[in-house]
C-alpha cells in the first residue's frame, strides 16, 4: 500500500478515503492511516464513529473524518442507525476536534426523518462542521416493501437538493458545492445512478479520483463496481491498473457534466 502510495500521489494534497463497510473494525486501522499521512495524502474516513467514541487514538492519523448520522433526535437517528449511536457519535465529534480533525457529517435522509436536515445542518453550524445529505438509496433489483416505504418520493428529492443549493449559496457549510446540488435537482431518473454513453466519458474520475478494491482492483469510482472492466494492480501493474480506469463512458454521475435542463 505504501509503495503504490507513493507512485500515485507524489505531489498532490488529495484526500485519501477509507470508506468501508466499517473500516475502523480493522485491526490495523491506525497503520493504514499512518501510512496514507506519512506519504503526504489527506487521510480520511468515513465511519459510523462507534469504535472512535472509545478510542480516540483512532484518530492519530486522521485529517479528515466523516460521522454518518441521520438526526439530532436519539430516537428518529436510532430508527436508522440504532440505539446509543447518536450519543456514540456525539463522543467522537468531540475526539476528533480535541485532535485537531476535520469533522464532516453525512445524512443519509427517509421519509422517517425528512424533518431532521435543518437541525442537523444548525448543529454543524454551531460546531464548524461541513454537512451533506443524501437520499435513501434502495437496490431496485431486490424489491423490499419496508425499504421502498423509506425512499422519498421524487419532488422531495429535487426539493431537499435545491434546498441544500440555495444554504450553500447562502454560505451554509454544505460538502458539494451549489452547482452539485442543482445538476442532482436535474436528475433525470433517481432510480438509476450512472447514465453511459458510447464516448469515453470527461468525468474526473479514473484521472483526479480512483476506488481501489482491497484486491487491487481499480475502478474510476465506487459506483462502477462490477459496471466496469477493471484492471488489477497486482496482476497487471500499477501504471496498467491506473491508465485503464482513465477510460470509462460513465458520463453522468457524481462527478461528470451535468444532465440537461428540462426544455422550457
Ligand atoms: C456504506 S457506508 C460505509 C462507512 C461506514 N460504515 C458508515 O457507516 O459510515 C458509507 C456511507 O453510505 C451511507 N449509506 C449507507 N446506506 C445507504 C443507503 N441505503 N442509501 C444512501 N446512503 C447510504 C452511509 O450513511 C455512509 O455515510
Ligand atoms: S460520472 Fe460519476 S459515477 Fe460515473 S465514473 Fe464519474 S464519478 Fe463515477
Known sequence: MER???GCCKARRDPHQIPGGEPTLRKDFRELTEVV???????????NGQR???EPRLFDYLDEAVFSLDALDSEKNGFHRGRGVLANVMRAIDHAFDRQTRVYIKMVVSTEIHDQIEPLL????????GFHAQPVQVDWSYPDEEATALTLSDPDVRNMHLKMAEWKRAGRPLMFCAETYERTARWPDYTKFQLFGDKPSDCMAGRYYLHIEPNGDVYPCGLNVDRFSAKNI??????????????????????ASPPPAPAG
Open 4 to 6: 503504490n502510495h507513493r
Open 37 to 47: 499521512q506519512r506519504s503526504g495524502v489527506i487521510s480520511s474516513v468515513t465511519t
Open 52 to 54: 472512535m467514541a472509545t
Open 122 to 129: 444548525e448543529f454543524c453550524e454551531r460546531r464548524g462542521i
Open 234 to 255: 497486482l496482476r497487471d501493474g500499477l501504471q496498467t491498473a491506473l491508465k485503464a480506469a482513465r477510460q470509462h463512458n460513465c458520463h453522468a454521475g457524481a462527478g
